[in-house]
DNA sequence: GTAAATTAGATTGTATGCAATTTAATTGAC
DNA sequence: GTCAATTAAATTGCATACAATCTAATTTAC
């Protein structure tokens, strides 16, 4: 009886950390709703935009649909239907390699390119509206991201 | 363009920590699934059990929707087929309420009682497989919890 | 060199999330 | 007391996530 209720607190507590995880994903993912809807842009999107907007900084090859996943950690089954709608958004295309067709490379479109300046403000709107310490957040970051590595491990 | 960098890179930091935040969580929905599966659950469906496992012990009257919604952070939109799901499934009932007809209160079967015991487990199990210091984890539920509430006030 | 194994994307099917609308019941204003 | 707001669920529609399967292309074993 006394184990039983031991093992249920600990089980509550361990609990919380996933819980609040997931509720705090959704919350972030809410919170830029209002800043992502006038870019006609859902969250994962802006995700995928941020990504090809960094390769179109850093690498001269666009990236394919397996780096662009390997990157968001998310599988074709998501990403193939979503770069869909952003190629009928106008945002970005599609190409098949020649040297290996099973791969797919993306690029930016002109108008995929010069929706980073309308983009450009939501990050630091997003910060003065939670209001929260900048050295808490950037603590925050260090923490899940050393947790996302053991997690992966 | 110096100040155009600088806005990127601002923007970049800030973005791993929704991206962070988005990225553990569906790690950590992954790393439930092998201890979910033998129980025919998935990860929202657990909380769900949890929830009203939770309020078995404390309150002689059962949540409605809205309760559970409130606690998850889901509306009805969500939960309604989850719940119907669970009901297939023989773990819940849910019960119009008398003194208001727009309310649905929930209960456990016995089945659904029952099956708190196989997962008295999971949680334990799941920080062993992380390798993670419990005060880090302690640490970062405080830490999410607060960002939490910033983001919902 | 060719058959087997592997790989990259696409497809299919199920289960969320969530905005928006609908329905039915209750509450409030007057 | 009655009609307008409000409320709780359910429904609808769209966009993820992700497991599982499929297809086509490339590598590997031999």
Not at 26 to 47: C, E, F, M, W
Not at 116 to 144: F, K, M, W, Y
């Amino acid at each position: 009886m006394k184990g039983e209720q031991g093992n249920d607190s600990q089980l509550a507590l361990d609990n919380q950390l996933c819980f609040l995880l997931y509720a705090c994903s959704r919350s972030v993912i809410k919170a830029y709703k209002p800043l992502l809807d006038p870019l006609g842009l859902t969250y994962p999107q802006y995700l995928v935009m941020l990504v090809l907007w960094e390769w179109h900084d850093e690498a001269p090859q666009l990236p394919t649909v397996k780096a662009l996943g390997s990157r968001l950690r998310l599988d074709s089954g998501t990403l193939t239907p979503l770069l869909k709608r952003l190629q009928q958004l106008g945002l970005i295309g599609r190409q098949r390699a020649s040297n290996d067709e099973r791969q797919v490379h993306l690029e930016l479109t002109r108008e995929g390119v010069a929706m980073r300046d309308r983009a450009r403000h939501i990050p630091q709107q997003l910060a003065c509206e939670t209001g929260a310490d900048l050295n808490e957040l950037v603590s925050l970051r260090t923490r899940l991201n050393t947790l996302l590595q053991q997690l992966e491990s």
